[in-house]
């Protein structure tokens, strides 16, 4: 993959990025949404024809967007009145009514999308919709989001690591009696981000509606450089579960995680499985909190072993794909 657009624009911001939950942006015409991503603030707002994405500054004179609001279909700044449509254009300046406003007076805009109950945000993205979970059953079950003090790329790693298990989440993921990694290889797909399509693991608790342990066979995807997917079958058969994991890189050490669960389990109420997503990632907060640096090395500094082929199959795709945002 090609590091920048032809634009300039940063590798990372061309990867479709979760920034808020669909329900936060429920009302058109409702106050617009502040968000934070990749060390830029922008602001989210709805009209009649659906969720636009700006840069939060007036290109006038630098005032927040979002302290505006939503007039006639159009983001009005609070500061001088100018009105955008949803295109970016600036449409209206009250102080000069007869002025007919040119290109360079637009607002900087992002593309926007709808998917796994977010907005997702992208500039010149390098794929036309954000990253598809295949395969998953249809109940999902949306967890989040979790503000924590690292980058994103350190989490989607501890998500795709599992040698943790048996130590941080032991009597639930892992039992420590047996922490050892099988063998396990990591392949790619097409465009070349990792996956392991087979990985089979004793865990005390398999899932939430679980009383018992089984031996589970996992899969593990990259989607995207902060983003995963990890899909689990029982060995058996049985009930299938599938948990993504999409991290906001709102600042190089800081990010915001929702927890997607998707599962065949039509009778655990919603916020049982909340909880359950609550207690195993409050037993990662502390570690992932504790980590130095907090941006992920993928270019030496730390050691490896056998069992982190795919942490290490993820850094190098982070370096091949161009990324440089929360990485060291």
């Avoid at 007036?58 to 100018?82: E, K, N, T």
């Avoid at 009105?83 to 600036?90: E, L, S, T, Y």
């Avoid at 990259?222 to 299938?240: C, F, R, S």
Wanted: charged share 20%.
């Amino acid at each position: 993959m090609a590091t920048d657009a032809p634009s300039g624009v940063p590798a990372e911001a061309r990867f479709w990025q979760p920034v808020a939950m669909v329900d936060d942006l429920a009302t058109v015409g409702g106050p617009p949404l502040p968000v934070r991503l990749l060390g830029h603030d922008l602001v989210l707002w709805r009209g009649a024809g659906g969720v636009a994405a700006f840069d939060d500054r007036c290109p006038h004179r630098g005032a927040a967007l979002s302290l505006g609001r939503v007039v006639g279909g159009q983001l009005q700044c609070a500061y001088h009145g100018w009105r955008f449509d949803p295109m970016g254009r600036c449409v209206r300046i009250p102080a000069a009514p007869d002025f007919v406003p040119p290109d360079g007076h637009a607002a900087g805009t992002w593309r926007v999308a709808q998917a796994h109950g977010l907005w997702w945000v992208a500039r010149d993205p390098v794929e036309p919709t954000p990253p598809a979970c295949v395969g998953v059953p249809a109940r999902r079950v949306v967890c989040g989001p979790y503000t924590v003090e690292t980058s994103a790329p350190r989490l989607i790693e501890n998500f795709l690591d599992t040698s943790h298990f048996a130590f941080v989440h032991e009597g639930w993921l892992g039992d420590a009696a047996h922490p050892e990694v099988p063998a396990y290889d990591v392949q790619h797909t097409a465009d070349g981000r990792p996956l392991i399509p087979h990985y089979r693991a004793w865990q005390p608790r398999a899932s939430a509606s679980s009383a018992e342990g089984a031996w589970v066979d996992y899969r593990y995807e990259v989607l995207g450089p902060y983003a995963a997917l990890l899909v689990k079958q029982p060995e058996g058969g049985g009930v299938a579960d599938a948990y993504a994991a999409f991290a906001c890189p709102v600042d190089e050490e800081r990010c915001r995680a929702w927890f997607m669960q998707f599962t065949t389990d039509t009778a655990t109420p919603d916020e049982a499985l909340q909880q359950f997503q609550d207690t195993i990632f409050g037993q990662d907060r502390a570690v992932l909190e504790s980590q130095r640096p907090r941006r992920l090395p993928v270019s030496g500094g730390e050691v490896h072993s056998a069992a982190d082929r795919l942490s290490a199959a993820y850094r190098r795709w982070l370096q091949h794909s161009g990324v440089t945002f929360g990485v060291c």
